[in-house]
């Protein structure tokens, strides 16, 4: 079955450099999550889309940007990198409507180092 | 907000069993979800409880008590393999479209032969 996919795997970047994320759910799920996990730490909610509107926001920098497209992927534009955004970065998909089972189904993940 | 408590870490034996706690307090809540995360690895779906009482799933089973705040997670016959993160999740549920998740910061379950 298809899972959600996320690019790049790795990514390594300097300091005040930008990155881009891309996440491509799993098909006919209407709703995009993303999360930033640091080392040890629990997934923090960053932001959410459904149907290609922003549904809800969490703690997501004002130096991060994102957005769902037509076709329902969503990037994440991150600029002015500093050391504290290298984490894992974790997209999410799920139905946004109909029966709720409460599952969100994850990426692999991207992993963002800062130099 | 929400605030999620759970235990660091947890060390139990190949085959017996062990129970996670997870209290949690919430401004809305559409549901108690439990994770399990492998280093380095997505976190996977395990349960999800709505109602009071006892959800099993195989080897695992979740509780849940709402006027509580409170939920645990059952391993049965540990095997190594269960050996990862366990976290515990509160969906606020802000609208149509929106389940996003709340974690805790997880419990580091290690089995050991």
């Known amino acids: 079955a298809a899972g959600v996919i996320q690019s790049p795997r790795h990514l390594i970047k300097e300091k005040r450099e930008t990155a881009t994320l891309k996440c491509y759910p799993i098909?006919?799920?209407?709703?995009v999550y993303w999360y930033q996990q640091g080392p040890g730490q629990d997934p923090q909610f960053l932001i959410s889309?459904?149907?290609?509107?922003?549904?809800d926001k969490g703690s997501i920098p004002d130096r991060f940007s994102a957005q769902q497209f037509s076709d329902y992927h969503s990037e994440l534009n991150m600029s002015s990198l500093e050391l504290g955004d290298s984490a894992l970065y974790f997209c999410?998909?799920?139905?946004?409507?109909?029966?709720?089972?409460?599952?969100?189904?994850f990426g692999e993940g991207s992993r963002l180092t800062v130099l | 907000g929400q605030n999620i408590d759970q235990p660091t870490e947890m060390t139990a034996t190949e085959g017996a069993i062990v129970q996670i706690n997870c209290t949690y307090q919430?401004?809305?809540?559409?549901?108690l979800f439990w994770y399990q995360q492998h280093a380095g690895e997505a976190p996977t779906f395990l349960s999800y409880?709505?109602?009071?009482g006892l959800e099993e799933k195989g080897r695992f089973s979740s509780f849940l008590s709402r006027s509580k705040g409170y939920s645990y997670l059952l391993l049965k016959e540990l095997q190594m393999k269960d050996s990862a993160s366990y976290l515990c999740?509160?969906?606020?549920?802000?609208?149509?479209?929106?389940?996003?998740?709340?974690f805790g910061k997880g419990t580091k379950l290690s089995v050991i032969p």
């Open positions: 999410a998909s799920s139905l946004g409507q109909g029966p709720y089972t409460g599952e969100l189904f």
């Open positions: 098909p006919r799920h209407d709703t």
């Open positions: 889309f459904y149907e290609k509107m922003q549904s």
């Open positions: 919430t401004s809305g809540f559409n549901g």
């Open positions: 409880n709505v109602l009071d």
């Open positions: 999740a509160v969906s606020p549920y802000s609208g149509a479209g929106s389940y996003q998740l709340t």
